[in-house]
Each structure stands twice: as C-alpha cells, then as structure tokens.
C-alpha cells in the first residue's frame, strides 16, 4: 500500500497565484485532514473531512479551500497565495470506527510551499 | 475549543538521563491522547495513543504516558533515552468520544540527546 501521498513536494509561488495541493490515500480512510507545520507552532489544522461530500474548517481555514468528493482524495486549494502561507504542508488520514474518530493518524510525506 | 500546550520547547539530555515532556490539553469533554514523534526530515508517527481504562500507557521505543483526568495533563516519560531518541514530540488531541473531530496539535518539544 502508498499510504497518503502527497503532490507537488516543493513548489514555489509568486503572491497572487493559485494551486491546488494534491492528497490520495489507499486505506479507504474516512477521516482526512490538512495541517501546516511551522517553526515554533506546531501543526496547525487547515481544514479536515469526516467522509465523502464533508468538509469542515479546522483551527486556520482563512485563505485555503477543500472538497471531498471521494473517499481517497482530499485536494487543499489556495486561491491567491500569501507570503504568510509559506509553509511545510501535511495531509493526514485515520480509520472511522463507529463514527467515532479515535485512530492514530497516517500522515504524508509533506509539501514544502513557498510563497514570494 | 480544544487546545493543546506543552511547556518544554527544547530540552537537551545526555545519554541514560530520564525524559519527562509535560502536555496539558483544555477541552471539557471526553478525549483520546496521543503522542507523536518527528525525526529529522521524516513525517509524523505515533508513539502511543490513550482512549480509556488504564492510565498509563506504553508505546513503542520504550515511552510511556500518563493520563492525570484531574490535571488535564498527558505527560511522556522515558526512563533511559538514548542519542536517536533525538527528534520533536508533539502532544495530540482529539475529543471524537465528545462529537469533535478537531485533531489538535500542541506546538511540539525539541528533544536533543548528546552522545
């Protein structure tokens, strides 16, 4: 199995420009999320996503836009890109039980974003 | 709202010494706890997970956690570490029993173990 893949692993944009960070997973995971990780801050949730058609904003939504419209992909969109936005990138998956979310996290390999 | 605060932002360790990261969460309701660990350049993995029942937990690599209920506290010990123990920890929380599926992550604690 992949696991969760992530794509691109580096990108570099100018401010104003959009994209579209990629996230699959194989695990058949209900539970997806996106974190952005920065030095002396932690992980940050984005956005996450409890099954298909679900989305939900996290602890800093502003500026990033997601969909779900499969169980395996959960694309993160950044609409017009900030300086502020520059950034390591994790997408993150975990299994449901019961409509509980109680799993450990599977995390990808990370997008390093940035942004001048 | 969930939140999450651990109070070491950086801790250096020699060799054999013993390992205490403190972790206190803020949520009212029931929650799971979770520990993560992050080695230089790699991804997330977790170290070990607390749902219910005994309080203290194992998890791999030695670690063990503490849930304290009264304290709000979640704290990570290992008795010996050793040089590849070097890494950042990150305390998690996440109150799914309660409704919320907010995966909430402390701002992490950088461990550097000297040889």
């Known amino acids: 199995n992949a696991g969760v893949t992530q794509t691109p692993k580096f990108q570099v944009l100018k401010t104003g420009q959009s994209m579209t960070l990629q996230c699959a997973q194989d695990?058949?995971?209900?539970?997806m999320s996106w974190y952005r990780q920065d030095p002396g801050m932690g992980l940050r949730l984005i956005h996450y996503?409890?099954?298909?058609?679900?989305?939900d904003q996290g602890e800093v939504p502003n500026g990033y836009n997601v969909s779900r419209s499969t169980t395996e992909d959960f694309p993160l969109r950044l609409l017009s890109a900030a300086p502020s936005q520059t950034s390591v990138y994790f997408c993150?998956?975990?299994?449901?039980?019961?409509?509980?979310?109680?799993?450990?996290?599977?995390f990808g390999e990370g997008s390093r974003l940035t942004v001048l | 709202a969930q939140s999450v605060s651990q109070h070491n932002h950086h801790v250096i360790l020699s060799e054999a010494a013993s390992l205490e990261l403190g972790c206190n969460y803020s949520?009212?309701?029931?929650?799971?706890l979770f520990w993560y660990v992050q080695y230089p350049g790699q991804h997330l993995q977790l170290l070990l997970k607390?749902?219910?029942?005994?309080?203290l937990v194992k998890g791999i690599k030695g670690f063990e956690a503490e849930f304290i209920k009264s304290k709000f506290s979640f704290n990570l010990r290992k008795p010996s570490v050793q040089w590849s123990d070097t890494a950042e920890y990150f305390c998690?929380?996440?109150?799914?029993?309660?409704?919320?599926?907010?995966?909430?992550f402390g701002t992490g604690t950088r461990l550097k173990v000297l040889a």
């Open positions: 607390y749902f219910s029942g005994d309080p």
């Open positions: 998690a929380v996440n109150a799914a029993p309660s409704g919320t599926y907010k995966y909430i």
């Open positions: 996503s409890v099954g298909a058609g679900i989305t």
């Open positions: 993150a998956s975990s299994f449901d039980l019961g409509g509980l979310n109680t799993g450990e996290l599977f």
């Open positions: 949520y009212g309701g029931t929650v799971n």
């Open positions: 695990m058949n995971h209900e539970y």
